[in-house]
Nanobody, 122 residues
């Protein structure tokens, strides 16, 4: 599967963005999906994941209550709604896919998008 993320940009602290990740090349609901981010000079970190039907999701503590992952299999798309953004949310955001139950395990994701840049600044 190929993944294309979009929706990043410049936003002020306290603002919101919705990232989208479009999958192509395979049947989308075969894939467990995740969102990660990587800030300059830091490792890529798990943010959220969602299972094949959208019935189960999980979040990293730093974004729990502010970020929401969802998916629309009819549109081959997974979303990340980000609210109450902070300067420390500035990073490149990546979507990832796997046919396995991966949750926060970075190494279990087999396919990665190119990332979309989110900058939170006044």
């Amino acid at each position: 599967v190929q993944l294309q993320a979009c929706g990043g940009g410049l936003v002020r602290p306290g603002g919101s963005l919705r990232l989208s990740c479009l999958g192509s090349g395979d049947i989308f609901d075969r894939y467990y999906m995740g969102w990660f981010r990587q800030a300059p000079g830091q490792e890529r970190k798990f943010l959220a994941s969602i299972d094949w039907t959208g019935g189960r999701s999980s979040y990293e503590d730093a974004v729990k209550g502010r970020f929401t992952i969802s998916r629309d299999n009819a549109k081959n798309t997974v979303y990340l709604q980000m609210n109450s953004l902070k300067a420390e949310d500035t990073a490149r955001y990546f979507c990832a896919a796997t046919k396995r139950d991966a949750n926060y395990y970075y190494e279990r994701y087999d396919y990665w998008g190119q990332g979309t840049l989110v900058t939170v600044s006044s």
